[in-house]
C-alpha cells in the first residue's frame, strides 16, 4: 500500500489543502492572518480609505465616521462651538455690560463700537446678544440632559419589565401628552417670583420627558428580543448587568438623536415663556426677553429686535441640523 504523501507546501511556506475537484488551495498562514484580521470595508484593505484597522468597527465609528464628511454636521458643529465658547467666555468678543445702560442712546442706531445699536433703555444690544446666549445654552443643555435621564430611565425599566408597569407608565405618558405645552408653562410658571433659570429647567424636564420615555421603551422592547440578549439571560446574567451591558448601548442611539433635535427645541420654548413674561425675568438677560421689549418698537427700531431674534433663529436651526446629521448617522435604515 502506497504510503500517505503528506500535503505540497507553496512557495511562501503555507500548506495546500487538497479541493473537492482534485486541485489545490493556498492556505498560508501569513494570508491567513490577515484574511482573520481585516474587518469588510469598501477599500482593499476593508477599512475607509483601503487602510487596515485590526479590529472591527462599531456602529459608533461608522458614525462618526459619516459625521466627519457631512458638511451639515460640521457647519452645525461650529456654530455650536462658537456659541459655548461664547457663553463660557463672553468677554472674548465684547467687553460691555449687558445691564449698563442710558437712556439718551435709547433706540439709537448702530455706531462705532456698538453695531448692533441700543435698545429702549439705552442698553447696548450686541452685548445683550452675546450674553443672552449663555441663558439659552445653559437652559437647552440642562433641560436636555434631564429630559434624556428621566425618559430614558422610566422608559427603560417600562419596556425591560413590560406588563402591569408598562402599562401604568403609558397612561400616564398620555396624561402628560394631554398637556398644552405653552398653556401649561402660562399656568405652572405664573406663580414663580424666581428669576432663576431652574424654574424654567424644571418645567421643560417635567413635560418633556414622555417623548423621550416612548423612544426608549420601544428601542428597550426591540433590543431585549435579540439573540444576545436572549443568550445572556440564559448564561445566568442578572437584570442590571443585561440592561447596562447589553441593552442600553445598544437602545440608547435614538434616545441621543431625540434629544439632540429637542435641545433647539427647549431653547425656543425658553424664549417663548420669556417672551410671554412668565420664563426667565429681568435681570436675567435673555433673548426672549429682549425680543419681548423690541415689539413695540419694531416700526421705528427694528435693530432691537431683529439682532435677537436672529440669533435665536440661527441658535435653534444649527441644533436641529445637529440633529438632523446624528439621526442620519445612527440609524442603519439610511445607510
Known amino acids: 500500500m502506497p504510503e500517505p504523501q503528506s500535503p505540497p507546501t507553496g512557495d511562501n511556506g503555507g500548506a495546500i489543502a487538497a479541493t473537492g475537484a482534485g486541485g489545490g ?60 465658547i461664547i457663553s463660557i467666555r463672553p468677554s472674548l468678543i465684547t467687553a460691555g455690560n449687558p445691564l449698563s445702560c442710558d437712556l439718551a442712546r435709547a433706540q439709537d442706531g448702530s455706531r462705532p463700537g456698538h453695531p448692533f445699536g441700543f435698545n429702549g433703555q439705552g442698553c447696548d444690544v450686541y452685548t445683550r446678544t452675546v450674553y443672552g446666549a449663555r441663558t439659552s445654552v445653559v437652559v437647552g443643555v440642562l433641560a436636555s440632559l434631564g429630559v434624556a435621564v428621566v425618559g430614558s430611565v422610566l422608559g427603560g425599566l417600562a419596556g425591560f419589565f413590560g406588563g402591569f408597569w408598562d402599562a401604568i407608565l403609558s397612561r400616564i405618558t398620555d396624561i402628560f401628552f394631554a398637556i398644552p405645552v405653552v398653556l401649561g408653562g402660562l399656568v405652572l410658571l405664573s406663580v414663580v417670583t424666581s428669576s432663576t433659570v431652574w424654574p424654567v429647567i424644571g418645567f421643560m424636564v417635567l413635560l418633556g420627558w414622555p417623548q423621550i420615555s416612548r423612544i426608549a421603551r420601544g428601542s428597550v422592547i426591540t433590543v431585549k428580543q435579540n439573540d444576545f440578549v436572549q443568550a445572556a439571560r440564559a448564561l445566568g446574567a442578572s437584570n442590571p448587568r443585561m440592561m447596562l451591558r447589553h441593552i442600553l448601548p445598544n437602545a440608547i442611539a435614538p434616545v441621543i438623536v431625540v434629544a439632540t433635535i429637542a435641545l433647539g427645541t427647549f431653547i425656543a420654548l425658553e424664549a417663548t415663556l420669556s417672551y410671554l413674561g412668565v420664563g426667565l425675568k429681568p435681570p436675567t438677560v435673555s433673548w426672549g426677553i429682549d425680543i419681548s421689549d423690541a415689539s413695540p418698537y419694531i416700526r421705528n427700531s427694528p435693530h432691537m429686535l431683529l439682532w435677537p431674534a436672529g440669533a435665536l433663529a440661527i441658535t435653534v436651526l444649527a441644533f436641529i441640523m445637529l440633529g438632523d446629521a446624528v439621526r442620519d448617522a445612527l440609524d442603519p435604515k439610511l445607510r
Request: proline share 8%; no cysteine; aromatic share 6%.
Open 25 to 84: 488551495m493556498d492556505l498560508a498562514t501569513s494570508e491567513g492572518g490577515t484574511l482573520e484580521q481585516r474587518p469588510a470595508g469598501p477599500g482593499p484593505g476593508g477599512g475607509a480609505g483601503g487602510e487596515s484597522t485590526g479590529r472591527p468597527r462599531s456602529l459608533w465609528s461608522d458614525a462618526w465616521r459619516d459625521l466627519r464628511r457631512n458638511p451639515v454636521f460640521v457647519l452645525s458643529a461650529l456654530v455650536i462651538v462658537f456659541l459655548v
